[in-house]
């Protein structure tokens, strides 16, 4: 019987919390949610999830309650129980926090804020005048409706409060005149039984028409960038159902209408399988991305099967450590008939010993070297087992007891020299090991050379090598992704750089430099 993967629960939990969002659920399972309390009897809610990413009511919190989540349903084993405990009730400083997207646009029909409090209530006014309210949602964000449409003149404020008085005023400013012509908006391309329509390029509050087989959708403000529309009906075959989509700002100050963006619609038996990272051994998750959203995910690895709801585009899949061999494999459906999987992404499992490095210079039985030779090697491992640092020693003996010298050195330095000069006419031996977090030290390699005679010319030393280029995809996605080009002279150096220019939600996956990355929608 397969598992049912665990739930995620999002965003920050405060007192002012009147709802969970947890991700990943299957549509259909029962979502149970237990809250602890710090003093009391437990109690729990929940209940049947009608798609992967959903809020579910919850009574009154208070600070360090734990709230757990668990998902089951008919045919599926439970979930592994997710936790998350309740923080402090916010304060006056954490209620003036938050931020509208800016630019705000006249002839606009609802803002956007942004890192406010969870659970809280915003009220939108402009000079002094209501214009609107929302409750933030779970992940800080608020979409607030507004009762018209903002005109020269308006000067928006926003107010956060949670059962007390509001926070300071959060400023918005004046509305500035739309971009004109408007752009039109970009329909990602959509699979047979999605139930959800992406559209990207949008205006900050443009109110945004879609239209489906012909037929219209009430039209949405957007709040910034990314429209979702959500839920729909299934998609159904391409002939059926052609998607468009147009933005405006309709109000008589303003009268833009955008040119209809459009895309085409695929059957559902060119639905891609999902991507999975680089695995190496002893991994305990790893990400499978480029999913659809709501589809079934299902993941097999180390002899289990987790079954997922898509509520992002990209799972974290917690495991035992991986061994090797073995091969980890993961496929997505839209339709949900047993005839609509998509094919099997699989990856090997890659061994994490670190292999024995190569030596470059001096070449083995060389003669001729210089007393202060540059000695040079190179890391041989592959992605999983690189190394991340090296043993270096140099001796006049096979034993490496008699005259040695020796060093440890990064995975970013493939080179050293050694600080004592040394003698003349002498057979030295000199050798590597590299060194990888976790694991025994590899076998030594070995190389021996002789030094060149006094008064005699040496021969030109090695190069050490050159800092090269490393490609990386950074995969953001629903909302973006980009290649990021780092240079260094080893591959862990290289991904240690490139994590640290990558946003700390988003998945870092090893790529050629010449492969073209597709944008988010598409595989």
């Keep these: 019987m397969s598992q049912l993967g665990p739930l995620k629960i999002v965003g920050t939990l405060t007192p002012c919390s009147r709802v969970v969002r947890v991700q990943n659920q299957l549509i259909g399972a029962t979502v149970k949610l237990t809250v602890k309390p710090k003093v009391g009897p437990s109690f729990t809610a929940g209940g049947t999830a009608f798609w992967p990413d959903q809020e579910f009511a919850i009574p009154a919190l208070n600070k360090q309650d734990t709230v757990t989540a668990v998902q089951s349903q008919a045919g599926f084993s439970d979930s592994t129980p997710t936790s998350a405990t309740v923080g402090d ?10 931020k509208f997207a800016l630019p705000l646009y006249l002839c606009a029909k609802c803002v956007y804020l942004y890192n406010m409090i969870p659970g809280a209530t915003v009220e939108v006014e402009s000079n002094g005048q209501p214009l609107g309210k929302e409750v933030v949602r779970s992940d800080g964000e608020a979409v607030v409706s507004l009762s018209r449409e903002l005109t020269n003149g308006d000067n928006l404020k926003a107010f956060q409060s949670c059962g007390g008085p509001p926070g300071s005023a959060i400023v918005g400013g004046l509305p500035l005149a739309p971009p004109n012509p408007l752009p039109a908006p970009k329909v990602e391309t959509a699979v047979e039984c999605d139930q959800i329509i992406t559209v ?61 963006g459009s895309t085409p619609l695929l059957s559902k038996d060119q639905i891609k399988p999902p ?14 991305f480029n999913l659809r959203l709501g589809a079934m995910v299902e993941v097999t690895a180390n002899g289990k099967t987790l079954v997922y709801g898509a509520g992002t585009a990209a799972i974290s899949v917690p495991v035992s450590p991986l061994t090797v061999p073995q091969t980890v494999t993961a496929r997505q459906n839209t339709c949900g008939d047993p005839g609509s999987w998509s094919a099997l992404a699989k990856v090997v499992v890659g061994a994490a010993k670190p292999v024995s490095p190569g030596l470059t210079s001096p070449a083995n039985n060389a003669t001729k070297i210089s007393t202060t030779p540059t000695l040079i090697f190179a890391d041989l491992g592959t ?37 004592k000069k040394l003698k003349f006419s002498t057979l030295y031996l000199w050798r590597v090991r590299s060194n990888h977090v976790g694991q025994v030290s590899s076998a030594w390699t070995t190389f021996k050379f002789t030094t060149v005679a006094d008064g005699q010319p040496p021969q030109p030393p090695g190069t050490p090598p050159p800092p090269q280029s490393f490609c990386f995809i950074e995969d953001c996605c629903p909302y973006m992704r980009r290649v990021i080009v780092v240079t260094a002279t080893s591959q862990a150096d290289a991904e240690a750089q490139a994590r640290a220019k990558a946003a700390s939600n988003c998945t870092i996956t090893p790529t050629d430099c010449n492969t073209k990355v597709p944008p988010c929608g598409q595989p």
């Design 89 to 98: 009730h916010p304060t006056a400083a954490d209620l003036s926090n938050g």
């Design 383 to 419: 992605f999983c087992n690189r190394a991340n640092s090296f043993d270096v020693q140099i001796a006049t003996n096979a034993a490496f007891t008699s005259q040695v010298q020796t060093t440890n050195v990064g995975s970013g330095t493939n080179f050293w020299i050694p600080p």
């Design 200 to 260: 990207s390029g949008i205006i900050n509050g443009a109110q945004v028409t879609v239209t489906r087989g012909g037929q219209k959708l009430a039209p949405i403000c957007s709040p910034t960038g990314r429209l979702f529309i959500f839920p729909i009906k299934p998609l159904k075959k391409p002939t059926d159902d052609p998607i468009t989509a147009v933005q405006a700002f309709p109000h008589d100050l303003c009268r833009l209408h955008s040119p209809a």
């Design 275 to 288: 991507s999975v990272d680089v695995l190496c051994e002893g991994m305990t998750s790893f990400n499978v």
